[in-house]
């Protein structure tokens, strides 16, 4: 049979990235569609009764499905290995709708320390109000994970490779540790996708995306999803259909189309970013460089046993601190100086005056946010271009002299 609804988890996954999760219509197209509408229609009263009942399956208004959407929750869920996906308006709201689905008064989260800002504002500013607290912990030491747990803990959350010092944790181990514990485990995949991070056949429970990230890949769109079992996202979907973070019709289109390149995309930015991480790692004026892909990162051996590759974030420390950092970004001419990443634009910025910048001293201290510290989110820009950017502040540093 010719029929691109067979398309599931028996394929491979450059198969699945280009066609999953596309049921054609009754118009034949060969593309994905778009159905920007908010509600749709029956052929009769009984017909609607039976939808709005729950008795047939099908379409009712798009706050709780929309064919477009579909296509891309399908579609995603078969790359990352889930039974189920629920797409989101944003990265953030996946995050709230999961935590809303799972959690009540007086459970606890675990958590890395080293989380997106956001993330750590939405736990301690508005679940706290909820009841619902959180622990932070050191994302690479299993012992701390452990020794945070208690009964009231529910939900184990992390990011990995960590952002901007790519710290790496053991998913393998931590989803033992969670399911001892009776607690859900959910990975933030944002800066390696499922192209070269499957954290669900690690065993953890669920995956949240932001598709503003690599999922687009080219900076055109906010959304997210989660994904996981069928059980856990009928929960996530209830919380998205109620509550109303769902994702626009015209968002998923983007995001289904930026999937079917998601593994070359991918592929291109690590290949970047690893050959400069390794030049800049020679460079006189770089003090450190923070990237799981070199040999002497602390987590090297876990990031090659669990990752498909290192990503395309990376930090490098100049010496020189806040001056000398600042004049790097200052040099440039082509990166573009902003806190955005996962784009085919390199982006270039300065964590301890931007997106950690909320952070005491000491809490920088603790997360090892550097005045010397720059990020970088290695685009697909010609490796020569975005090195010559860099050299032109680098070599111009006292240090390099
Ligand atoms: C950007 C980001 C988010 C939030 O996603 P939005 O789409 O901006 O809401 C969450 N986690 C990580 C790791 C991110 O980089």
Do not use: C
């Given at each position: 049979m010719h029929d691109e609804n067979d398309i599931n988890g028996d394929w491979g996954p450059a198969t699945l990235a280009v066609r999953a999760g596309h049921r054609r219509t009754a118009e034949q197209e060969h593309s994905e569609p778009i159905f920007p509408t908010s509600s749709f229609v029956y052929d009769s009263a009984a017909e609607a009764a039976r939808k709005f009942g729950g008795d047939e399956p099908g379409n009712i208004y798009s706050r709780f499905t929309n064919p477009t959407v579909q296509t891309f929750e399908r579609r995603l869920a078969a790359l990352e290995g889930g039974e189920r996906c629920v797409a989101t308006a944003s990265g953030m709201s996946a995050i709230l709708a999961t935590a809303l689905a799972l959690l009540t008064a007086g459970d606890e989260i675990v958590a890395s320390r080293s989380l997106f800002g956001s993330t750590v504002s939405l736990f301690d500013k508005y679940l706290s109000k909820l009841g619902i607290t959180t622990r932070y912990v050191e994302l690479s030491n299993l012992d701390d994970w452990a020794a945070a747990?208690?009964?009231?803990?529910?939900l184990m959350f992390a990011e990995t490779p960590s952002n901007p010092l790519a710290e790496v944790v053991d998913i393998a181990a931590l989803s033992k540790l969670a399911r001892h514990h009776g607690a859900w485990l959910a990975i933030d995949n944002c800066f390696l996708t499922p192209a070269l991070q499957r954290p669900l056949a690690l065993g953890a429970d669920l995956v949240i995306h932001?598709?503003?990230?690599?999922?687009?890949?080219?900076?055109?769109a906010v959304g997210g999803a989660v994904v996981g079992a069928d059980a856990l996202l009928e929960e996530v979907h209830g919380v998205v259909r109620t509550c109303g973070p769902c994702m626009s019709p015209f968002n998923a289109w983007i995001f289904t189309k930026g999937l079917e390149t998601l593994g070359l995309r991918m592929r291109a930015h690590c290949a970047n970013a690893m050959a400069l991480a390794q030049w800049l790692d020679e460079?006189?004026?770089?003090?450190r460089v923070h990237y799981c892909g070199l040999l002497q990162h602390p987590q090297h051996a876990l990031a090659c046993r669990q990752q498909d590759d290192f990503g395309a974030v990376l930090g490098l420390v100049v010496k020189g601190g806040r001056e000398a950092a600042w004049s790097v970004i200052d040099a440039t001419r082509l990166l573009s100086i902003t806190g955005n990443l996962g784009d085919a634009k390199t982006t270039i910025t300065?964590?301890?005056?931007?997106?950690?910048?909320?952070?005491s001293e000491q809490q920088k201290a603790a997360a090892g946010i550097e005045e010397g510290l720059i990020r970088l989110a290695v685009g697909l820009e010609d490796l020569v271009d975005i090195r010559r950017d860099l050299a032109r502040g680098l070599d111009a540093l006292p240090a390099s002299g």
């Open positions: 747990l208690t009964p009231k803990t529910r932001s598709a503003t990230k690599y999922l687009d890949g080219q900076g055109r460079h006189p004026a770089v003090e300065h964590p301890a005056t931007t997106t950690h910048g909320r952070l």
